[in-house]
């Protein structure tokens, strides 16, 4: 892997591309400029230190059996009315899978679900939010993404920062998604895999993304990949963690962290509540590519 040579910022309104991708024609690799963790320990901090060091290091955390058996049977049952009104129902927030037509994602469920809008505003959840990005926060994009048994799909590697740096216009690494599990993660239906240490390094990809890439990128990401070579020399650094955990589990991880997951061949379904938090002070700019804005059911510009 080779270091980007072009240190001068690009400008997009006021605040600078730090972070340039899909402007070259190899990939390169950036240090983080910005904090992991926006604010300082306290004894009344809603993460403890050890918890707070480990996600500071490693870009993640599994928090085992943070919500009850009730609160989860509440929203499994939720979700699969949800997963039943869409399947033979077509909406733009709906995404679904490229041969079968099977619900993928449903998103902005924070907004239009209103159980999943109480979700979103737990007060634990926000807490954790407000002192992992050092500020008030909002949702920047909530989704349902289903892995059901047999058919579930996989997730390439990404980091979530790329794309919603250049397609959405965030400017900071100052958001983080928290992955809630409504079913048993196990490690063979097709978990959430992260590489630690790699929030630390931005990896720029190639290709100038397409007009309108969400419409496809949803399904099946083509552009905002990264390239083989650095995956492999992230995963030789940090090595891959599978995030297993009981239903009422959740994952926080942070938004340049590398991730993906496989497909889910096996009987047990796999689903889970995404709430990505973002930081009030790093509201969305223009895009860094240069193209009109997602659609605010992806990425929130309020």
């Given at each position: 892997m080779s270091s980007f040579a072009n240190t001068e910022h690009v400008m997009k309104g006021t605040i600078p591309?730090?972070?340039?991708s899909r402007v070259e024609d190899r990939p390169t690799v950036i240090k983080r400029s910005d904090p992991v963790v926006y604010s300082t320990h306290t004894e009344s901090s809603p993460l403890s230190k050890e918890q707070t060091a480990f996600y500071e290091e490693n870009g993640f955390l599994v928090l085992?059996?943070?919500?009850?058996?009730?609160?989860?049977?509440?929203?499994?049952?939720?979700?699969?009315?949800?997963?039943?009104?869409?399947?033979?129902?077509?909406?733009?927030?709906?995404?679904?899978?490229?041969?079968?037509k099977e619900v993928r994602s449903i998103f902005a469920v924070h907004e239009n679900n209103e159980i999943?809008?109480?979700?979103?505003?737990?007060?634990?959840?926000?807490?954790?939010?407000?002192y992992l990005l050092g500020s008030d926060t909002y949702i920047h994009q909530s989704r349902i993404n289903f892995k059901p048994g047999f058919t579930g799909k996989e997730f390439y590697w990404h980091s979530d920062f790329e794309t919603w740096h250049v397609e959405d216009g965030m400017p900071a690494m100052r958001a983080f998604s928290c992955s809630i599990a409504l079913e048993d993660n196990f490690h063979h239906n097709g978990p959430l895999?992260?590489?630690?240490?790699?929030?630390?390094?931005?990896?720029?990809?190639?290709?100038k993304t397409p007009d309108n890439h969400f419409k496809q990128s949803l399904r099946r990401q083509e552009y905002g990949v990264p390239d083989p070579d650095s995956l492999e020399a992230l995963s030789k650094e940090g090595g891959i963690h599978t995030t297993i955990g009981a239903a009422g589990s959740i994952v926080l991880f942070d938004c340049n962290t590398m991730h993906g997951s496989n497909s889910n061949i096996?009987?047990?379904?796999r689903s889970n509540v995404f709430l990505v938090y973002n930081s009030v002070e790093n509201k969305l700019q223009e895009p860094y590519s240069g193209q009109k804005p997602r659609p605010s059911y992806i990425a929130s510009r309020t």
């Amino acid at each position: 892997m080779s270091s980007f040579a072009n240190t001068e910022h690009v400008m997009k309104g006021t605040i600078p591309d730090r972070y340039p991708s899909r402007v070259e024609d190899r990939p390169t690799v950036i240090k983080r400029s910005d904090p992991v963790v926006y604010s300082t320990h306290t004894e009344s901090s809603p993460l403890s230190k050890e918890q707070t060091a480990f996600y500071e290091e490693n870009g993640f955390l599994v928090l085992d059996q943070f919500f009850s058996k009730e609160e989860i049977a509440q929203w499994r049952m939720e979700l699969k009315r949800l997963r039943d009104e869409y399947q033979n129902k077509e909406a733009e927030h709906v995404i679904a899978e490229p041969e079968s037509k099977e619900v993928r994602s449903i998103f902005a469920v924070h907004e239009n679900n209103e159980i999943f809008k109480r979700l979103a505003a737990h007060p634990r959840l926000v807490a954790i939010a407000n002192y992992l990005l050092g500020s008030d926060t909002y949702i920047h994009q909530s989704r349902i993404n289903f892995k059901p048994g047999f058919t579930g799909k996989e997730f390439y590697w990404h980091s979530d920062f790329e794309t919603w740096h250049v397609e959405d216009g965030m400017p900071a690494m100052r958001a983080f998604s928290c992955s809630i599990a409504l079913e048993d993660n196990f490690h063979h239906n097709g978990p959430l895999m992260v590489i630690p240490g790699s929030h630390t390094k931005f990896i720029s990809c190639i290709g100038k993304t397409p007009d309108n890439h969400f419409k496809q990128s949803l399904r099946r990401q083509e552009y905002g990949v990264p390239d083989p070579d650095s995956l492999e020399a992230l995963s030789k650094e940090g090595g891959i963690h599978t995030t297993i955990g009981a239903a009422g589990s959740i994952v926080l991880f942070d938004c340049n962290t590398m991730h993906g997951s496989n497909s889910n061949i096996t009987p047990d379904p796999r689903s889970n509540v995404f709430l990505v938090y973002n930081s009030v002070e790093n509201k969305l700019q223009e895009p860094y590519s240069g193209q009109k804005p997602r659609p605010s059911y992806i990425a929130s510009r309020t």
